[in-house]
Each structure stands twice: as C-alpha cells, then as structure tokens.
C-alpha cells in the first residue's frame, strides 16, 4: 500500500516561495501512468488542486496558480515536489500531496503552512 | 471559486438515507467520470467514490454513488454517527489545458 508524507517549512514570509516535498513508500514513484498530485485546503474552507506531475514527463496545473506552480520528480529519492513563489496570506493553508492514480486514491496527513510577515 | 456546486450541508437520523448532489458542467462531470472523498474532522480527505460508482477496496456499500448528465450523486444509506464528515465530489476538466475541479463540499451531521 502506497504512503505518502509530507515535509517542509511551516512559516514563510510573503514573497518567499513555498518548497515543499512529498516522501512516497510503498511503490516507486517512476511507475507508468502515475500522477502526483498536490492539493490544499485553507483552514475552514474546502479543496483546491493544485496541479499534478504525470510519470510519462507532463504537468497539468489548476489555472489560477500556474504562473507560480511547479511540481517535479526526484526518482533518486522516491519524492516529487512542490514550489509555489510569491506567497501571499491567501496561499495559507493545509498542503496534501496525493496519487499515484489519477483520481487521487491515497493521500498524505497534510501539513500546514502560513504566511506571514 | 469551484466550479462543482453542492449544497453546504445535508443531516440525517441514524439509519436514514441521505443523498448530496454534485453539479457540474459539460467540460466536466459531463465528460469525465465524477469521484467522491470524506473528510472526517481534522484528517486528510479519503477516496470514497470513483469512476462514478465504483468502491474502492475497505469502503463500506452504504455508499453509493451515480451519474446522470452533468449531475453526480452520493448515497450514503443506513447512516451512522461515523459517516459524519465532509463530503466533496471532483472531476477532470477538459477546458484549457485541464484540470482537476473538486465540489464546494457538504458538512453530513447525523442528527
């Protein structure tokens, strides 16, 4: 079974840029027809997509965001990662990674980042 | 600002039937399958639902879901005081280059 966990700065400054990183265990990251996927949930509020990383190499990321999104693989270490620049307060909230199908079937425990000045 | 509209809340009594509306669009639930997740307090969110109907392993048959059009549904039936939780519908896109949308999420209280 697929586990996945989250790992990174809690507390940025507006217009740092966000890295986060997702460790998977139970199976290889580099799979054929494996999505990747983060999501976050600002905190009383419901789900918003950030974008995924497909193992055949391509990225689909959620329109709002995809001038400040990339998501990429590291097979070396079994993770893919998150890097969202300019934060602002808006970009507060519980960050999940998710996958490896498309439709999101095991997700991590989340972990929370704020922004703040 | 989603664009799969639920209703903010939906209750039952124990053993009840209840049922959560998710509606969609052509560019989405029209021509994509429609999935279902439960947010329980304070956890992360948990596949209920996918390809419109389908169970994944460890999920209870109470639940249920279906397609018709650019509407998905959720049943959860024989409600338990544990079914209590968050519930949000999703679905791929197709517009620009595509994107996964989720529902606005409907609290279920179990009365």
């Known amino acids: 079974q697929v586990q996945l966990q989250e790992s990174g700065p809690g507390l940025l400054k507006p217009s740092q840029t966000l890295s986060l990183t997702c460790t998977v265990s139970?199976?290889?990251?580099?799979?054929?027809?494996?999505?990747w996927n983060w999501i976050r949930q600002p905190a009383g509020k419901g789900l918003e997509w950030i974008g995924r990383?497909?193992?055949?190499?391509?990225?689909n990321y959620n329109p709002s965001l995809k001038s400040r999104v990339t998501i990429s693989l590291d097979t070396s270490k079994n993770q893919f990662s998150l890097k969202l620049s300019s934060v602002t307060a808006a970009d507060t909230a519980v960050y999940y990674c998710?996958?490896?199908?498309?439709?999101?079937?095991?997700w991590g425990q989340g972990t929370l980042v704020t922004v703040s000045s | 600002q989603s664009v799969l509209t639920q209703p903010p809340s939906a209750s039952g009594t124990p053993g009840q039937r209840v049922t959560i509306s998710c509606s969609g669009s052509s560019s989405n639930i029209g021509s994509n399958y429609a999935y279902w997740y439960q947010q329980l307090p304070g956890t992360a969110p948990k596949l209920l639902i996918y390809?419109?109907?389908q169970r994944p392993s460890g999920v209870p048959d109470r639940f249920s879901g279906s397609k018709s059009g650019t509407s998905a549904s959720l049943a959860i039936s024989g409600l338990r005081s544990e079914d209590e939780a968050d519930y949000y519908c999703a679905a791929w896109d197709d517009r620009l280059s595509g994107y996964y949308v989720f529902g606005t999420g409907t609290k279920v209280t179990v009365l």
């Open positions: 990383f497909y193992t055949s190499g391509s990225t």
């Open positions: 998710a996958g490896p199908q498309g439709f999101l079937d095991y």
């Open positions: 139970g199976g290889s990251i580099s799979s054929d027809d494996y999505y």
């Open positions: 390809r419109n109907n």
